[in-house]
């Protein structure tokens, strides 16, 4: 048995999303969660700027004594998980996969939307994975331009929101789409505006959070890992911004308890 918290990583507050699931799926882990929130959004800058913010964030979860690292962000992954694989090799590190694999095996249409961020769309991770599952299927990606910024912005449930979603959305749906891929971590948060974007048409909404959180539990398992079923869990927080937004981080994710 293992005692010690599962780190996970995001740019901001997206990361929740994830952090939510394995927490659910693994209730007796203590959780590190640090949200970086000084440099958030990733999205548009460069793949080694990206690496470096990484490095530094699953650098401090070693640090912080974390026996297995959820990089909860699809940019970060794209960017630097290799690198940081290599990097950190003594620490299992589990990183987004694009879940278009599922999408395309599901679709009934042959048409499939991706909804993420530049950088994500632009990984070799992406395209690899949409050319090995998608022969035969037109797959649409989409940017979730201002996305982030809405849910870092506590927005989205706001009229702004349904904007700037159905603007990504509808052109998807006009083309066919019944299944669209949440490509980012943070897009979770607004799943009720998607939800109505897209009811009465028969298109699932693929979030890939809990698979992720399947992943770690093998990982957990294959690694002799997992704590005690009688563990009592604990819940850190950190960021490389403010106090404020630490308690932030606390209470978006503490809400989902």
Not at 98 to 110: D, E, F, N, Q, W
Not at 230 to 238: D, M, T, V
């Amino acid at each position: 048995m293992n005692e010690a918290p599962i780190g996970v990583y995001d740019s901001g507050l997206g990361g929740l999303t994830v952090w939510r699931e394995i927490r659910r799926l693994l209730p007796a882990e203590s959780l590190l969660y640090l949200g970086d929130g000084k440099n958030c959004p990733y999205g548009s800058r460069p793949r080694e700027e990206i690496r470096r913010l990484a490095d530094e964030a699953v650098g401090r979860l070693v640090q912080e004594g974390c026996k297995l690292v959820v990089v909860a962000c699809n940019t970060a992954t794209a960017a630097a998980i290799d690198f940081l694989r290599e990097k950190y090799a003594g620490v299992p590190i589990v990183g987004m996969e694009p879940a278009v694999k599922p999408a395309c095996l599901a679709t009934r249409s042959r048409v499939v939307g991706v909804l993420a961020t530049e950088r994500s769309l632009d990984g070799d991770l992406f395209r690899h994975t949409a050319a090995k599952y998608g022969e035969g299927i037109e797959v649409l990606t989409v940017p979730g331009r201002g996305f982030v910024e809405l849910v870092e912005g506590d927005r989205e449930s706001t009229p702004e929101a349904e904007a700037c979603v159905r603007a990504a959305v509808e052109p998807m749906l006009a083309r066919g789409a019944d299944q669209i891929v949440l490509g980012c971590t943070h897009y979770p948060f607004l799943l009720p505006v998607l939800q109505r974007v897209v009811a009465g048409l028969g298109v699932t909404i693929v979030d890939p959070s809990p698979a992720v959180a399947r992943r770690v539990g093998q990982l957990l398992d294959r690694d002799a890992l997992r704590a005690s079923p009688a563990h009592c869990p604990s819940y850190g927080f950190l960021t490389f911004a403010d106090e404020a937004y630490r308690r932030r981080l606390e209470k978006k994710a503490l809400e989902s308890l």
